[in-house]
């Protein structure tokens, strides 16, 4: 039995309290867009086989749409979240690679965010370093430090 928490008002609600929405995070084509692009948007849907995002309705409860993020083929469920998010919350993403750490999105699916964050870390911390080895010979001699202020200050 597939039990979702609705995201709203907090309920676990079983299956026969909610409206299934199909597919989430469909892009809509836009008024640029060939015949085969407007079909693939409104007929072609993803089924896969594992992790699937989709929109359910909470029909019998609070009457809100939402996403949820569930295994098809064991009915796990790694989260539920807003209807109004254009992607799943990074916290979805790493329920599901904790549960399978080998999962990779299908094409269409929505992609965990990348980790753009380590880059810049990484890129600070020789900066730091820097710092840190510029005060360390100073601190002892605090008078040198001084007089190099006095100098630039006669200098400009
Ligand atoms: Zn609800």
């Known amino acids: 039995m597939l039990i979702l928490t609705c995201p709203y008002c907090g309920v676990a609600a079983d ?3 909610l409206a299934p929405g199909g597919e989430a995070h469909l892009r809509r084509a836009g008024p640029a867009a060939g015949e085969a692009e407007f079909e693939a948007y409104m007929f ?3 089924n896969p086989r594992g992790v ?3 929109r359910w309705r909470h029909a019998f409860g609070c009457g809100k749409w939402f996403h949820a993020a569930r295994c098809t083929m064991t009915l796990e469920v790694f989260g539920t979240y807003s209807a109004q998010c254009t992607a799943p919350p990074a916290a979805i993403f790493k329920a599901i ?5 080998d999962w990779t999105p299908t094409p269409g699916q929505p992609e965990p965010p990348k980790p753009a964050a380590r880059a810049r870390k990484s890129a600070a911390k020789p900066v730091a370093k820097g710092k840190a080895k510029a005060k360390t010979p100073t601190a002892p001699a605090a008078k040198p430090a001084k007089a190099d ?8």
Not at 97 to 101: E, F, K
Not at 149 to 156: E, R
């Open 44 to 46: 072609h849907r993803a």
């Open 97 to 101: 690679l904790a549960s399978r750490p």
């Open 52 to 54: 699937h995002f989709e």
């Open 15 to 17: 299956e026969t309290e």
């Open 149 to 156: 202020a006095k100098g630039k200050g006669d200098a400009t």
